[in-house]
C-alpha cells in the first residue's frame, strides 16, 4: 500500500529582486497532489510607533514556533488598509517620541477672571466680594458720566418728562427719538449691547444665566427661549447689558467656556429688522 506523503513546504528569498516565493503541496478534490507557488514582493514601510511594537511581540498559541511573518496555516491574510495620518509625526517610527500628555503637563490650563487662580470663574471663592466691587466701580463710573451731562438739557430727562401742554411723552419720542430710529423697547442703543448665546443645554434656566454673566457688568434683560409644551431650553438665549464694554467682555470671556458638559458660544446679536 502507497502512502501519499507531501513533501514539506519551500521558501526561496531573492536579494535581488525582493521577492519570497513561497512552495508548497497538496491535494485537489480529485485526491491528486498538486504543487502551489505564491510569490510575495517584500517592501519595508514605515509604520506607526504602536505597530511596530505589536510587531515585535512574542508568538503565542499555535504561531508560538513559527517563524517571524504570519504564517497562513493559521493566519489570514487580507488586504493592507493603508491609513493616511494628518501630522506626518504619527506616521514616523522613531523611539525618542515624546508623549503629547508630558507636554502639557504643569501647564496652566484654568484661569479664573477675577483672582487669576487655576480654577473656573463661576467657582472663584472671591467673586461675592470681588464681583460687588467691579459693580461699584461701574456705578461711579455712570455717576460721574451723569454729573458730566448735568449742565446741558439731557435728551429724554424729567423736563422732558413732560409735554408743554402736560401731556405724557414716552422716553423714545423725546427729543426726536422716533426720528432717529429708536423703537419702545430703546432702539440701537440697547441693541449694541446685545449678545447671544447659542449651545445651551435643555436644563439651563434664566437664573443659571444670571450667575454666570453678572461678574461682567449690570444685567438689563435676559431673554431664554423655551419650547411652550416642555417649557425647556431650546438651546440659545440674548443677554443685554447696560454698557457694551461689559458685553465685549462676556464675550471673549464665556465664548469657548465648557458649561454643563456643553462647549457655549457667544457672539454679537444681530439688530432687529436685519436679515440672517
Not at 83 to 107: C, R, T
Not at 225 to 242: E, L
Request: aromatic share 6%; charged share 30%.
Amino acid at each position: 500500500m502507497t502512502v501519499n506523503v507531501l513533501p514539506p513546504p519551500t521558501e526561496d528569498f531573492h536579494a535581488s529582486t525582493g521577492t519570497k516565493i513561497l512552495t508548497e503541496y497538496k491535494f485537489n478534490d480529485d485526491d491528486k497532489k498538486v504543487k502551489v507557488v505564491r510569490t510575495f514582493k517584500i517592501e519595508k514601510r514605515k509604520v506607526s510607533k504602536s505597530i511596530a511594537t505589536r510587531k515585535a511581540w512574542k508568538k503565542f498559541g499555535a504561531a508560538e514556533k513559527d517563524a517571524p511573518g504570519p504564517n497562513p496555516s493559521n493566519t489570514i491574510i487580507s488586504e493592507d488598509v493603508i491609513i493616511q495620518f494628518v501630522h506626518s509625526k504619527d506616521s514616523q517610527l522613531n523611539d525618542n517620541d515624546e508623549d503629547p500628555l508630558n507636554k502639557i503637563k504643569g501647564q496652566k490650563m484654568v484661569s479664573c477672571r477675577i483672582c487669576k487662580g487655576d480654577h473656573w470663574t463661576t467657582k472663584c471663592p472671591y467673586k461675592d466680594s470681588l464681583a460687588p466691587l467691579q459693580e461699584s466701580l461701574d456705578e461711579k463710573k455712570k455717576d460721574g458720566d451723569a454729573v458730566d451731562a448735568a449742565p446741558g438739557a439731557p435728551p429724554g430727562g424729567a423736563a422732558a418728562a413732560k409735554a408743554p401742554g402736560g401731556k405724557y411723552v414716552p422716553p423714545n419720542l423725546r427729543d426726536g427719538g422716533n426720528r432717529r430710529g429708536e423703537s419702545m423697547m430703546g432702539g440701537r442703543k440697547d441693541e449694541s449691547a446685545t449678545i447671544r448665546v447659542t449651545n445651551l443645554s435643555e436644563d439651563t434656566r434664566e437664573a443659571d444665566l444670571q450667575e454666570l454673566f453678572k461678574p461682567f457688568g449690570n444685567i438689563s434683560r435676559i431673554y431664554l427661549a423655551k419650547d411652550k409644551v416642555t417649557g425647556q431650553s431650546k438651546g440659545f438665549a440674548f443677554i443685554n447689558f447696560h454698557r457694551r464694554e461689559d458685553a465685549a467682555r462676556a464675550i471673549q470671556g464665556i465664548s469657548g467656556f465648557g458649561y454643563d458638559h456643553l462647549i457655549l458660544n457667544v457672539e454679537w446679536a444681530k439688530p432687529s429688522g436685519t436679515n440672517p
